[in-house]
């Protein structure tokens, strides 16, 4: 258990479809990031939130759309996504620091796109 | 560019010792994690090195060397539960974290 809650743990959606994914952190950590991870390939970084303010988008697709209501939560809406967007869906939360703060990571969602 | 090598995957032997390597060519350096994840599990952190050296924590050890750009992480006396994937991440000079694709570790008994 690594504080940090993602929900669904899978999830299965039409192209034109909309859904949301959910991820929460009461570790009281000020940054929160979401990732993805395909197969045999690096973590990819897609947005950072600071005290709830984005403050990295990667050249993500606009069909994902972040959300950060408070510093505990963070949503990923997904809209009219593509086959090639299936993949694990990691969220994480840090606390702040000069460098060499881990990394606390929810056990992800598992999205297949049909 | 910025890469990460380490190996897809190992075997190794329960009760063995295995050694993971990853090497880096980054803009700068500012640490280097190891993290594990159990498949369909969160990472978790395992390590972290800035300096040269060997840091060790119970059964597992992590290396660095700033010089060769690289970096191992040390498992011994290999139990089932160790089957997993290990990530090697290295945090640049603008403290960005530039990750490798993972080794997946195979434990037989």
């Known amino acids: 258990e690594t504080g940090v809650t993602q929900t669904p743990r899978h999830l299965v959606m039409g192209m034109t479809n909309k859904k949301s994914l959910k991820c929460e952190q009461h570790l009281g950590h000020n940054a929160m990031y979401w990732y993805k991870q395909s197969a045999k390939k690096p973590l990819e970084l897609m947005f950072v939130y600071n005290f709830k303010e984005q403050t990295e988008n990667n050249s993500v697709p606009s069909r994902f759309s972040p959300e950060c209501p408070n510093s505990s939560h963070l949503f990923l809406h997904l809209h009219t996504l593509q086959p090639e967007d299936s993949a694990l869906y990691l969220c994480?939360?840090?606390?702040?620091?000069?460098?060499?703060?881990?990394?606390?990571f929810g056990s992800g969602t598992q999205l297949s796109v049909l | 560019g910025q890469n990460i090598d380490q190996p897809t995957e190992m075997t190794a032997t329960e009760g063995a010792i295995v050694q993971i390597n990853c090497t880096y060519q980054t803009s700068g350096f500012n640490g280097l994690f190891w993290y594990q994840q159990h498949a369909g599990e969160a990472p978790t952190f395992l390590s972290y090195?800035?300096l040269d050296g060997l840091e060790e924590k119970g059964r597992f050890s992590s290396f660095l060397s700033r010089s060769k750009g690289y970096s191992y992480l040390l498992l011994k006396e290999l139990q089932m539960k160790d089957s997993a994937s290990y990530l090697c991440a290295v945090r640049d000079s603008n403290y960005q974290l530039i990750w490798g694709a993972g080794t997946k570790l195979i434990i037989k008994p």
């Open positions: 994480a939360s840090s606390p702040p620091g000069q460098g060499s703060e881990k990394l606390f």
């Open positions: 090195n800035v």
